[in-house]
């Protein structure tokens, strides 16, 4: 008798390497790395952000004490990037979720409602789409002054819009559907049947378009920044640093191509975690 051999079974890294592309995993790799820093942010960063050294002002990239090299007033590239991730991840996953929420609200309200009051939603939608909404928040800014909250609820009126529409066209099909009808007979509010049973249905498809508005976010907010209405000092962000930085480019490039790197890295991963999730989640497209 010959005895069969079992193969061994794939590990748990082999099993995530079959599900998880490989750019996928490094993507989300970087941003596990980005959010621990933004977490503990006050305890791995080596100097206070405003402290100078005018002594070791502009040193280079490894430096010894400083490996990310000086600023102009002698200030830690690192400690000041290191605190810059922390402040642009803070008010782009503000600014996301309150969009989120606002624009879901007012889709839920549009399908519950119809008639005039979906007609003033999608008016109102229309109108956001075709604000320009960078010159907006230039005005915005420059007449109230930039302040961290407002910042974040400004940015947070950013793309409600989108969420707006599939909020209304899947609420719509979701009423249509036998669930929510059978639930609205048994005497359940609107405010349950929303809530407690279209939401979850439709939350996988509002969570692809919010990891889509969250890198979008990161760089309006540093396009802001960069022209001195966003961020302001002493406290730094990333498109502060870069607003900075842009005028010793050829003297001390690091302190710009550091918070460079950091952006198009965390908005190319963001990306890439948003499209998978929608190849992965969204019905339509299998």
């Known amino acids: 008798m010959s ?28 941003l596990l790395i980005i959010v621990f820093v933004a977490v503990f942010a006050d305890v791995i960063r080596p100097y206070p952000i405003s402290q100078m050294n005018l002594a070791h002002r502009l040193a280079p990239m490894g430096t010894p004490g400083y490996w990310l090299g000086t600023d102009e007033l002698g200030r830690d590239v690192l400690s000041r990037l290191i605190q810059s991730i922390r402040v642009s991840l803070v008010i782009a996953f503000g600014a996301t979720i309150l969009s989120a929420v606002f624009g879901t609200a007012l889709g839920f309200l549009a399908a519950q409602f119809r008639g005039w009051v979906e007609h003033v939603v999608v008016a109102m939608a229309d ?22 909250v407002l910042l974040v609820c400004l940015m947070g009126f950013y793309g409600w819009e989108r969420y707006a529409r599939i909020a209304r066209g899947l609420a719509i099909s979701a ?51 960069f022209l001195g209405l ?19 480019l050829t003297r001390a490039p690091w302190i710009m191509l550091a918070p460079s790197l950091v952006i198009v890295m965390t908005t190319l991963s963001i990306s890439l975690l948003g499209d998978w999730l929608r190849d992965r989640l969204d019905p339509t497209i299998r």
């Open 3 to 30: 005895l069969a051999i079992a193969a061994p079974k794939p590990g748990i890294f082999t099993r995530l390497r079959l599900k998880v592309p490989f750019l996928i995993a490094v993507a989300i790799v970087w």
């Open 127 to 148: 109108f956001q789409a075709a604000l320009p909404f960078m010159i907006m928040s230039l005005a915005v800014l420059a007449f109230f002054g930039s302040s961290m």
């Open 175 to 225: 009423s249509a559907q036998g669930y929510a009808s059978a639930v609205v007979q048994l005497g359940a509010k609107p405010s349950r049947v929303y809530l407690r049973h279209i939401l979850p249905n439709v939350a996988s498809t509002l969570i692809v378009s919010m990891t889509l508005t969250f890198p979008e976010v990161i760089l309006m907010e540093s396009g802001l920044s």
């Open 230 to 248: 966003g961020v302001q000092p002493p406290e730094s962000s990333l498109g502060n640093m870069v607003g900075f930085g842009r005028e010793y």
